[in-house]
């Protein structure tokens, strides 16, 4: 049951990482760029870790602190750090290639 509990975990890490590494490699301007590497990524990440815990704690006496200490430095780090880089980025005016509430209102209805 083990094995398949760290299986599952191994899995998903390796897909959500996978999925943020291909985002960020894939998706066009540096604000869409941020969610890869932030959100699906600290993820898959997180789940390797966690198997990574469970699979030491089992094996040796005593629960392994060292994954959960670096999986929580990471979930607080990943946020803070996209934050900065967004604002930086807001700072020296890099353009979206998204479209603003602006650009929607300036074209008329049905004009499409």
Not at 9 to 35: C, E, M, P, W
Not at 67 to 83: G, K, N, R
């Amino acid at each position: 049951m083990t094995e398949i509990l760290l299986s599952l975990f191994i899995l998903s890490g390796a897909i959500f990482t996978f999925v943020g590494s291909l985002g960020l490699a894939r998706l066009r301007d540096f604000y869409t760029r941020l969610h890869g590497p932030t959100k699906a990524t600290t993820l898959g990440v997180g789940s390797l870790l966690i198997a990574s815990a469970v699979h030491f704690s089992l094996r040796d006496e005593g629960v392994s602190l060292h994954e959960v200490l670096v999986t929580l430095f990471l979930f607080m780090t990943a946020p803070v750090s996209a934050h900065l880089l967004a604002k930086a980025a807001l700072h020296l005016k890099v353009k979206s290639l998204a479209p603003t509430p602006a650009d929607d209102r300036s074209t008329p209805p049905g004009a499409a």
